[in-house]
């Protein structure tokens, strides 16, 4: 045995509003929470580890049964043959094809792992893979839903007078509903420049459809995230050059792979990478680093109601790369989620702006942050039973 043991926790809080896109609408979270806590009948709560996953079918096909699945298919796996990041690197190239199939579940196995292994040594996340130390300040997005169009205005309106000017905006593909929406725009943009995309998860059945819309739609956006079905780098590549945008890829970017395609981009793509959604932080670094080497810019995107575990991986991504970067999501805490799954809850402040040093991150511990008393309460228990 290595010193620790795995434990899932299924934590599923009420947002504290509803989220809606073309995909689905969202008013709890759907997390899966793997802990890596030591091999003892007593252990010191500071020493376990947390990851985070959080699986979404129609982006890599997962669920929160089959990460359960996954993590009780390659937990003794991993307790026996894993004891440093060496080893883990090593597990994840023997296991590849796998972890390809199942990325958000392997992401927060990984994120338990990497936390418990520098809380262990005594250094920070960033240290144990000799990243750039945290510090500075990250700027989020403000990221509004597909809603009614008077609670659209009214959170758009919370978001600009909090000092938001960057906008990510969900596209229903109803034109009576969208032009009421984004008309609010016009109205800020009076008063200072607004930097605006649009998010179509994969709304679209051919770019032709999605061309008359935006066309017809009338409102300016810098980018386009995922107009049509995800791989179709083809369409995506004439929808950017028909409407002169940029269109970002999610959906169409899980794996290293993927970027292959997008060798003579041409300035029209942004690769979306979500420390969930592409596997964890290790291949996600690896993702980022090829995209730069490209020229492909980045932005470092969220789930819905993912906790600050997820956003202090994603602290990590954006601070390696802060030249590449040209947006980032998430960043809410308990400003969206009623429970946060670990101390203190990560969140952005006016202007979108979180500086970590704002926090009690302790810079040489981990990812700085406390598992809650009630989860802790909880792998307690499992551990007794």
């Excluded at 376990?48 to 699986?55: M, R, T």
């Excluded at 946060?340 to 981990?366: C, E, T």
């Excluded at 406390?370 to 007794?384: F, T, Y």
Aim: glycine letters at 10%; hydrophobic letters at 45%.
């Amino acid at each position: 045995m290595t010193g620790f043991v795995l434990v899932t926790h299924q934590f599923d809080t009420p947002l504290r509003v509803s989220f809606g896109h073309a995909s689905a609408v969202r008013n709890k979270t759907q997390t899966v929470l793997v802990l890596a806590r030591p091999d003892t009948p007593a252990f010191d709560p500071s020493a376990v580890g947390i990851g985070e996953s959080c699986p979404r079918e129609y982006v890599t096909g997962e669920t929160s049964g089959s990460v359960l699945e996954f993590v009780a298919r390659h937990r003794e796996g991993l307790q026996s043959q894993v004891d440093s990041l060496t080893d883990l690197q090593d597990w994840m190239t023997a296991h590849k094809g796998e972890i390809d199939k199942n990325p958000a579940a392997f992401a927060a196995m990984e994120g338990a792992l990497l936390d418990f292994f520098a809380k262990r040594d005594g250094i920070s996340l960033e240290a144990l893979l000799d990243l750039p130390p945290l510090g500075g300040s990250f700027a989020y997005s403000a990221v509004l839903g597909d809603s009614r169009p008077w609670k659209f205005w009214l959170q758009a309106l919370i978001y600009r007078g909090f000092g938001f000017a960057d906008f990510k905006v969900k596209i229903s593909g109803d034109m009576g509903r969208d032009r009421a929406k984004f008309s609010i725009f016009r109205f800020f943009g009076k008063f200072g420049q607004i930097n605006l995309r649009a998010d179509a998860n994969n709304l679209w059945a051919d770019p032709q459809s999605c061309i008359r819309y935006m066309e017809e739609l009338g409102t300016s956006f810098w980018a386009m995230e995922e107009p049509v079905a995800a791989g179709r780098i083809a369409e995506h590549r004439q929808i950017a050059e028909a409407l002169d945008v940029k269109v970002i890829l999610d959906e169409s970017l899980l794996r290293i792979e993927h970027l292959n395609e997008l060798e003579a981009s041409e300035g029209l793509f942004v690769a979306n990478i979500r420390v969930s959604k592409n596997g964890g932080l290790l291949r996600s670094l690896a993702i980022a680093a090829k995209a730069t080497d490209l020229g492909i810019p980045l932005i470092f995107g969220a789930h819905v109601g993912e906790t600050s575990v997820l956003t202090r991986a994603g602290l990590a991504l954006a601070g390696s790369f802060r030249s590449q970067t040209i947006a980032q999501e998430g960043g809410f805490g308990r400003l969206l989620v009623r429970q946060d799954a670990v101390v203190p809850s990560l969140r952005f402040g006016y202007g979108g702006v979180l500086r970590p040093k704002g926090y009690p991150v302790r810079p040489h511990w981990g990812n700085g942050l406390k598992v809650a008393p009630d989860i802790l309460k909880s792998i307690r228990q499992n551990h007794m039973t």
